[in-house]
């Protein structure tokens, strides 16, 4: 039998038309739980790359509207289904990106899961998850930094860890400073590798460094940065590029890898269309592999990791729920360094 939800209306942002300006809080009515499923009290919520080319119609144009983005959020347990045994009222919880890919290969009901997609969005005060669907937030992050782990930092960790079999000593390569760039930076620094980091403010490589890389480039002042990089490494190449541009930048990364080194594909930040010439991939023996964030089981993985190292998200800015449009619009200007959070409720 369905468990009644303890609140009868709850506040979520809706999207009625493309474009951020059209994204409007609205009141929903709760709905009541089948036996498998929780009911969270969202505390915080952030932004991916993705949710912006979601609001702006660029991610899929014939998405079905009206719809609630945003597939990164926090929580704390209100209530679970009678079947539910995983968890109970006032634990903390974090929503997987995909709640249908728990383990595995993934497959297309997987992908079809993906939160803030369509289906269910994470940008409301409340949400209704599977158990499947929900992971334990580690005792030492807030909210607000546990929000930003489902979907950028699960992607680091499949993309170096998972993916990339990452060793100590090994060379990583990072574009930018968003979110996975950033994780990636944090994971590869946690297994002691040496990491050439990009980025076209001296400031954000100012920053960097603070963080422990200790070679950096600036893409704009040296835009043939895949020479800078060879130099950097006597010629040699990276083990691995977390390759988060796409298609403007993709031939610098294979320029820039080693033989037999490994780029992870995961962002289209300047681009999907290419004239790439697979020469590179074949005669330096390159694995290009395709990341799309991970399943439940690689999110443990990795909490189990940032648990025992202590490892903080780095936050950009954190905007109060009534504000949302105001952080898209900070991620649309490419200032942040790290996260943008919204905090939903306390």
């Given at each position: 039998m369905a468990t009644a939800t303890t609140q009868a209306t709850f506040r979520c942002y809706e999207l009625g038309e493309f474009g951020i300006d059209s994204l409007a809080i609205k009141d929903r009515q709760a709905t009541n739980l089948k036996p498998s499923e929780v009911l969270v009290k969202v505390h915080a919520v952030s932004l991916n790359f993705r949710d912006l080319m979601m609001v702006m119609g660029r991610y899929n144009p014939k998405m079905k509207l009206p719809f609630t983005?945003?597939?990164?959020?926090?929580?704390?347990?209100?209530?679970?289904?009678?079947?539910?045994?995983?968890?109970?009222?006032?634990?903390?919880?974090m929503a997987a990106f995909m709640p249908d890919w728990t383990a595995g290969k993934l497959h297309e009901d997987a992908g079809r899961s993906a939160l803030g997609g369509g289906g269910?969005?994470?940008?409301?005060?409340?949400?209704?998850?599977?158990?499947?669907?929900?992971?334990?937030?580690?005792?030492?992050?807030?909210?607000?930094?546990?929000?930003?782990?489902?979907?950028?930092?699960?992607?680091?960790?499949?993309?170096?860890?998972?993916?990339?079999?990452?060793?100590?000593?090994?060379?990583v390569l990072t574009l930018g400073t968003g979110g996975v760039s950033i994780f990636a930076i944090q994971f590869a620094l946690m297994n002691g590798c040496d990491i050439i980091a990009t980025s076209g403010s001296d400031?954000?490589?100012?920053?960097?460094?603070?963080?422990?890389?200790?070679?950096?480039?600036?893409?704009?002042?040296?835009?043939?940065?895949?020479?800078?990089?060879l130099k950097?490494?006597?010629?040699?190449?990276?083990?691995?590029?977390v390759e988060v541009g796409g298609a403007g930048t993709l031939d610098h990364s294979l320029k820039s890898t080693a033989l037999?080194?490994?780029?992870?594909?995961?962002?289209?930040?300047?681009?999907?269309?290419?004239?790439?010439?697979?020469?590179?991939?074949?005669?330096?023996?390159?694995?290009v592999q395709g990341i799309f964030v991970g399943s439940r089981q690689m999110f443990e993985n990795m909490n189990r990791a940032i648990e025992q190292h202590k490892l903080k998200p780095v936050i950009d800015k954190v905007f109060p729920f009534e504000q949302a449009i105001d952080a898209l619009k900070w991620m649309e200007s490419g200032s942040h360094f790290g996260k943008i959070v919204i905090n939903v409720s306390k």
């Open positions: 983005p945003c597939s990164d959020g926090s929580g704390t347990v209100v209530e679970v289904g009678s079947d539910v045994k995983k968890f109970k009222a006032g634990d903390r919880v269910t969005g994470m940008l409301a005060e409340q949400v209704i998850l599977p158990e499947h669907g929900l992971v334990h937030i580690p005792n030492h992050l807030s909210f607000e930094e546990a929000a930003t782990l489902p979907c950028a930092a699960v992607t680091a960790w499949n993309a170096l860890i998972e993916s990339g079999n990452l060793r100590p000593g090994e060379t400031a954000k490589l100012a920053r960097l460094k603070e963080m422990g890389v200790t070679k950096t480039i600036n893409y704009k002042t040296t835009p043939d940065w895949s020479k800078e990089v950097l490494t006597g010629n040699r190449g990276v083990d691995h590029v037999a080194g490994h780029v992870a594909v995961i962002g289209v930040l300047s681009g999907v269309q290419t004239d790439l010439n697979p020469r590179l991939i074949l005669m330096k023996n390159i694995r």
